[in-house]
């Protein structure tokens, strides 16, 4: 029998991961509890959509049950999950039509009184094309920009979770940055 660490206050990563493959479901439900708010922000940042966010973090959470084998436990699960939503979440992206339906659109945005159509829909554009923008980065250079700023993850995290060197994560970065500059600057008036 497995050690029951993960049911205590401190989860134990590894612990938590033998237990469900070992075949205990509640341990992974529990993964789900403790992660699964996290992974659809993560999606909802990028997607921009919560429908697809949703989807997103369902196929994330899929992944990460058939693949929890593979997880090597030199990183903290929480940034595992975060590198499996990103790439999911960008892999919608790019099979995604340039569309958005109405149905999406925030009735309590809209309702507000106080709201100018004008500048939520130029914001609604500014945020699509950044996230564009990042999905056409080179894969090295989206996947730190994405877990970064996306994902929420220091530096060291995601060093962890990619196994590349600081100094590597640090200059993706800064490289993934310099290409999006020219999506994010205002244009002159």
């Not at 940042?45 to 992944?63: F, K, N």
């Not at 049950?65 to 940034?79: E, M, N, P, V």
């Not at 929420?152 to 600081?166: F, Q």
Request: aromatic share 6%; charged share 30%; net charge negative.
């Amino acid at each position: 029998m497995y050690d029951l660490a993960w049911h205590d206050e401190g989860v134990d990563d590894r612990a938590l991961v033998d237990a469900v493959l070992d075949g205990d479901r509640d341990a992974f439900e529990i993964v789900v509890e403790r992660e699964s708010a996290a992974v659809f922000r993560v999606c909802l940042r990028i997607l921009g959509r919560p429908r697809d966010a949703e989807d997103a973090t369902q196929e994330t959470l899929v992944t990460a049950f058939r693949s929890l084998g593979t997880y090597r436990g030199d990183g903290s699960l929480h940034a595992w999950l975060m590198r499996i939503a990103t790439r999911h979440a960008f892999r919608k992206v790019s099979q995604r039509r340039p569309t958005a339906p109405l149905d999406e659109v925030g009735e309590p945005i809209l309702a507000d009184p106080g709201s100018d159509p004008a500048r939520l829909a130029l914001a609604a554009e500014r945020n699509a094309g950044i996230r564009g923008a990042v999905s056409s980065l080179p894969e090295r250079y989206r996947e730190v920009v994405a877990l970064r700023f996306f994902g929420e993850m220091t530096l060291s995290e995601i060093a962890d979770v990619t196994g590349r060197p600081v100094n590597t994560v640090k200059t993706h970065l800064r490289r993934g940055l310099e290409a999006l500059r020219p999506a994010v600057e205002e244009p002159p008036r």
